[in-house]
């Protein structure tokens, strides 16, 4: 099983320039026989306290990345902002190799006027049993119940975290690598860039290796 993790570049309110660097950054990661890439949190509109008008593209962007998916045979991962009745959720999708979505989870951690998840669901691939949560997620009590209760073989946090002091540094990593111990499970970690970063633990919240800024993360599951 081998994993992409892409920090990618993320411009707010600008879906056709986020697009291009999409296409760009899959292409990049294909050439590393892949079979999932994961992109950051609504990589494709950003988002700004409370703009919710990217969650318009949600059927266009779904289509797009599903074409991509079929096309390359991989399993795609990335966040994006869902209309729902009269509000929007903070979501994120795993589309399978043939184009399907498989797995979508709507985010816990969310302050008012966003709708809230209420559930942690898994997927079973050829690979093992696959969750996503996304960003502040992490340190979610409740989130941290159902990934108990689910026990995925591996976890993918799509993240924007851009920390009031600049760079993530080893306080951040430690904070990650401490709520993973908890959820025993193996996790890739996506930040948007900047700042950027990507990292995997293992179960016990060991950090196995880590990107800098908007390199791409290559890790093989053996």
């Given at each position: 099983?081998?994993?992409?993790?892409?920090p990618m570049?993320?411009?707010?309110?600008?879906?056709?320039?986020?697009w291009?660097e999409?296409e760009?950054?899959?292409?990049?990661?294909?050439?590393?026989?892949?079979d999932?890439?994961v992109?950051?949190?609504y990589?494709?509109?950003g988002f700004?306290?409370?703009d919710f008008?990217?969650?318009?593209?949600?059927?266009e962007?779904?289509e797009r990345v599903s074409?991509?998916?079929?096309?390359?045979?991989?399993y795609v991962?990335?966040?994006l902002?869902e209309?729902?009745k009269?509000?929007?959720?903070?979501s994120?999708?795993?589309?399978?190799?043939n184009?399907e979505?498989l797995?979508k989870?709507?985010?816990?951690?969310?302050?008012?006027?966003?709708c809230t998840g209420?559930?942690?669901k898994?997927?079973k691939t050829?690979?093992?049993?696959?969750?996503?949560i996304?960003?502040?997620d992490?340190?979610?009590k409740?989130?941290l119940?159902?990934?108990?209760?689910?026990?995925p073989d591996?976890?993918?946090?799509?993240?924007?975290?851009s920390?009031?002091?600049?760079?993530?540094?080893?306080?951040?990593?430690?904070?990650?690598?401490?709520r993973?111990?908890l959820?025993?499970a193996?996790t890739?970690?996506v930040?948007?860039?900047?700042?950027?970063?990507a990292?995997?633990f293992?179960e016990?919240?060991?950090l196995l290796?880590e990107?800098?800024?908007?390199?791409l993360?290559v890790f093989a599951?053996?």
């Open positions: 099983m081998r994993v992409v993790l892409v570049y993320v411009k707010y309110n600008n879906f056709n320039a986020n291009e999409f760009r950054r899959f292409d990049e990661a294909i050439g590393y026989n892949l999932f890439v992109f950051p949190e990589c494709f509109t700004k306290e409370w008008s990217g969650a318009e593209l949600y059927d962007i779904v074409e991509f998916a079929r096309e390359n045979n991989v991962i990335f966040g902002l209309p729902y009269n509000c929007t959720y903070n994120a999708l795993l589309i399978g190799r184009g979505v797995l989870h709507r985010k816990f951690q969310e302050p008012m006027k966003f209420n559930t942690v898994t997927v050829e690979f093992g049993k696959v969750a996503i996304i960003c502040g992490l340190y979610n409740r989130i119940k159902w990934i108990k209760r689910k026990k591996y976890l993918f946090v799509p993240m924007e975290y920390p009031d002091y600049g760079e993530i540094n080893e306080r951040d990593i430690k904070a990650m690598s401490e993973v111990k959820f025993r193996k890739f970690i930040n948007s860039f900047p700042p950027g970063g990292w995997v293992d016990a919240g060991n290796v990107a800098i800024g908007n390199e993360l599951v053996l």
